[in-house]
């Protein structure tokens, strides 16, 4: 679970009645009885199918719901044209149409003080050329939460976009990459420490951007100064290396 579990954990122990949203129910039954305090439930959906997510929908129609984290999301390492297309559209349903469907939910009952997270990635600010619907469906995601953030401003409902970097997971296995690739070491974060900067822009509420990591942001940092094909070549080459 990474992210979405440490969210879970770290929102329990700080008093919060979570609600977990994944498709394993065995997992999510697991991580709740280990969660403290009282008034979490689980919420078996599979995102990627629209029938299953209008439960979700409901749930959070019902209203009362004062933090939503859209933490859902996978990629695949490969050429878009080697990738089948069934894997791209579970891809669009889950980074993209998931993302709409319950953050417009959330928002329509939201109320002043409330906040929406949106996690996206680093690279929704870098095109990657051997992740490129991946990295697609999480620029959305950073330019649907920037304008989100604007749109409810004046409500005092916060809008924040989290972008992690490389983070330990079990992304990078189910998305094909060899688990045992140990490039890019400095930028690896915990789920713990993602979680950390995340609650911590919570509380200030300053902006609707953060990249987590302090190499992450100088990374973006550097990628905006080249633009994204200066950069997307310097990936490549990489890629190409190893």
Known sequence: MGIGAAFARRLANDGWAVTLLARSRERLEELAAELPGQGHEVLECDLSRPSARELAVARLADGGWQLLVNNAGFGQVG???????????????????????????????????????????????????????????????????????????????????????????????????????????????????????????????KGPHLVTGVPNRLGVGVARMLGRVGTMRLMARSERKH
């Open 79 to 205: 050429h878009f044209h080697e990738t089948g297309m069934d894997r791209l559209r579970d891809m669009m349903e889950v980074n993209c149409e998931a993302v709409v469907e319950l953050s417009h939910a959330f928002l329509r009952q939201a109320e002043r003080g409330d906040a929406l997270v949106n996690v996206a990635s680093a690279l929704g600010y870098i095109s990657n050329p051997n992740m490129s619907l991946y990295t697609a469906t999480k620029a959305f995601v950073v330019a649907l939460s920037e304008c989100l953030w604007f749109e409810n401003e004046d409500r005092d409902v916060f809008v924040l976009c989290c972008a992690p970097g490389i983070t330990e997971t079990e992304f990078n296995r189910n998305a094909g990459r060899d688990p045992k690739d140990k490039r890019s070491g400095l930028l690896r974060q915990t789920p713990e420490q993602v979680v950390d900067e995340t609650m911590h822009a919570l509380a200030r509420r």
